[in-house]
């Protein structure tokens, strides 16, 4: 994904404000929604940790990680405050943790389901996809606005999906590995972690994010794409 200091330098201002506005959406509300799936899940399996710590909410103060927040701006890509979990309240620990793991993931793919479908619908609407029309460089901006959207959202999904401590996929590896060899491996974490913020940002990990990332897209785009051509 072309980051925003790069449309700025190509003077694509109106692209560039639409790629903040989009970051400013997933910050403020996807991210939200992602955590909030994964407190909500762990309470219909039996935890109330994150209910009984005010985090089963839509306010996004209440999730927001600094350094997740700025990654989101700076790579298109982040994460937020992990919500608490105890596992001990799950009938199944293992698989309560990777299925309330797994819920944050499915949410971003949701929403990303959701902003495809309304990227399709505005350029089905004749006003905003008639070239030279008084409405097209409006409906171009909501489209451009809904397309953003989609990619980040699902690229949310496929990064926390990398098996990397703190990010979700770690958590759904606890349920595979065996716990002596998942327990050595969450002994390096804080250098895995510097690790992944070096491969992000020297760009390393660009190519395969996108490559799974636009797979995925043409995946959740399948029907709509069906529906409008």
């Given at each position: ?7 700025i330098q190509q003077g694509e ?217």
């Open positions: 994904m072309i980051s925003i200091f790069r449309y201002y109106l692209l560039a404000v639409i790629a903040v506005l989009s970051r400013c959406f997933v910050v403020f509300c996807c991210l939200p929604i992602h955590e909030l799936a994964h407190g909500f899940m762990a309470h219909l399996l039996g935890d109330n940790t994150a209910k009984n710590q005010g985090r089963l909410t839509f306010n996004p103060f209440s999730h927001l990680n600094p350094i997740g927040t700025v990654m989101i701006f700076l790579f298109g890509i982040g994460y937020a405050n992990p919500v608490p979990v105890n596992p001990r309240n799950f009938k199944n620990v293992k698989g309560g943790m990777a299925l309330t793991a797994l819920a944050g993931p499915l949410a971003n793919i949701l929403m990303g389901f959701v902003s495809v479908w309304g990227f399709f619908i505005v350029n089905a609407i004749p006003a905003f996809s008639q070239v030279g029309g008084s409405m097209a460089g409006f409906g171009g901006a909501i489209a451009a606005f809904f397309l953003y959207s989609a990619q980040i959202n699902v690229m949310l999904a496929v990064f926390n999906l990398f098996p990397i401590p703190p990010l979700d996929g770690s958590k759904i590896l606890a349920a595979i590995l065996p716990d002596k060899v998942y327990y050595k491996y969450m002994m390096y974490e804080r250098y895995v972690m510097i690790g992944l913020m070096i491969l992000l940002f020297t760009g390393i990990l660009d190519t395969p994010i996108m490559f799974l990332t636009n797979k995925l897209l043409n995946i959740i785009s399948i029907i709509p794409s069906l529906i409008f051509g």
